[in-house]
């Protein structure tokens, strides 16, 4: 059984960095991407970052030169580093990871972890 734990979320200052972190426990070997997404209160939930397996990114257009994402070589950790924190990036942070099996595609997700930018 694949589950996601996030962890590394808070409240910080505008301007300041998070990095959020995801261990991805049970068997990594059918991930084909990982990814960050996010939901703020009353708002739909949007995707961050993506990393695939190749190491391909990509960023939604708000975080792009602000959040970086990677991963670990095993595949069981993704991280996204966030930089230069503005109010509207508080949301709620999910992890996700996207498995291929034979016949199908199945994604997971985390609990979420909070991420409140204010002063």
């Known amino acids: 059984q694949v589950q996601l734990v996030e962890s590394g979320g808070g409240l910080v200052q505008p301007g300041g960095s998070l990095r959020l972190s995801c261990t991805v426990s049970?068997?990594?070997?059918?991930?084909?991407?990982m990814a960050w997404h996010r939901q703020a209160p009353g708002m739909e939930r949007e995707l961050v970052a993506r990393i695939t397996i190749d190491g391909s990114t990509e960023y939604r257009d708000s975080v792009k030169g602000r959040f970086t994402i990677s991963r670990n070589n095993a595949r069981n950790k993704v991280f996204l580093q966030m930089n230069s924190l503005k109010p509207e990036d508080t949301a709620l942070y999910y992890c996700?990871?996207?498995?291929?099996?034979?016949?199908?595609?199945?994604?997971?997700w985390g609990q979420g972890t909070q991420v409140i930018v204010s002063s």
């Open positions: 996700n990871i996207t498995l291929k099996y034979s016949t199908s595609f199945v994604s997971k």
């Open positions: 049970g068997s990594s070997a059918h991930i084909v991407a």
